[in-house]
């Protein structure tokens, strides 16, 4: 059982916004408002120094963030390109059904015959559903579409799945 990781990536600060110190953030999260509740996170590898959220609003699928103490252009600027964390504790609780995809990397993949296909490499988010990354045998790539058709076992106690692959998905 691999270690469970005690940090979330939630954006990245892709730019700054204005001359008041406010930044542009493109966000990891599968629900943009989750901003709202931010109250404070982490920058870059410092996973000690917190940094505090002043405001926050939207502009189409971007995050602009006003971040407490940083009120210039030029301090904002060096904030650019970081990746913005927050701790395991501080994240949304889960619904029945849903997994952080931290959790599911990395997970042994199985058909549900029984045979091995590979290992989840990443999971690729798009606004219809998630698709699997499984790199099977001899560098082999497959995408499986994250449904309860194809997939209708996610067990992250065993950190296991189980696929159901339709005829041509795993050639």
Request: glycine share 8%; no cysteine; hydrophobic share 40%.
């Amino acid at each position: 059982m691999n270690e469970k990781i005690s940090h979330f990536k939630i954006g990245e600060i892709v730019n700054t916004q204005g001359l008041r110190g406010e930044v542009r953030v493109y966000p990891f999260t599968g629900d943009i408002n989750r901003f709202d509740e931010l109250e404070s996170f982490y920058l870059g590898k410092d996973l000690e120094t917190k940094w505090f959220v002043e405001k926050v609003r939207y502009k189409g699928n971007m995050v602009i963030m006003k971040i407490k103490g940083i009120d210039t252009v030029e301090a904002a600027e060096k904030l650019k390109n970081k990746f913005m964390y927050i701790s395991r504790e501080e994240s949304r609780e889960l619904e029945d059904g849903e997994f952080f995809i931290a959790d599911m990397i990395g997970m042994k993949v199985f058909t549900v015959g029984g045979e091995y296909v590979g290992e989840l490499k990443e999971v690729l988010q798009y606004s219809a559903n998630d698709v699997y990354v499984i790199k099977g045998e001899e560098e082999k790539e497959y995408t499986i579409p994250a449904i309860m058709k194809f997939v209708p076992t996610i067990d992250i106690e065993e950190r296991k799945m189980i696929i159901d692959p339709i005829k041509g998905m795993l050639d």
